[in-house]
């Protein structure tokens, strides 16, 4: 969000995901895997779904298992989109 803020001068509306930290191994990158709930269309019965994002930010303060809070930006490299809120 302060990336967000400082270049553009204004907060995005871009919905806010909460996930957990799966990797940290990168330089200036975490890998966040985010779990939904999501109902079958033909037999109504609800599974769990999970998909992973690549979420940019500057420091390494963030350790496997922490549960962080990220939003979508404008795009940093080919996979990351999303940037950290919390």
């Known amino acids: 969000m302060q990336d967000t803020i400082i270049k553009t ?3 995005s509306k871009a919905p806010k995901l909460k996930g957990v930290v ?4 990168m330089a200036k990158t ?3 895997a985010v779990e939904t709930l999501k109902t079958h269309p033909k037999y109504l019965k609800k599974y769990c ?3 992973r994002y690549k979420v940019h930010t ?8 922490d ?3 990220f ?3 404008r795009p940093i490299s080919r996979d990351k989109r999303h940037i950290v809120v919390t």
């Open 58 to 65: 500057e420091d390494k303060k963030y350790a496997v298992g």
């Open 9 to 11: 001068g204004k907060i």
């Open 30 to 32: 975490i890998v966040v």
């Open 49 to 51: 779904s999970t998909k």
């Open 22 to 25: 799966m990797s940290n191994a």
């Open 67 to 69: 549960v962080v809070m």
């Open 71 to 73: 939003q979508e930006c």
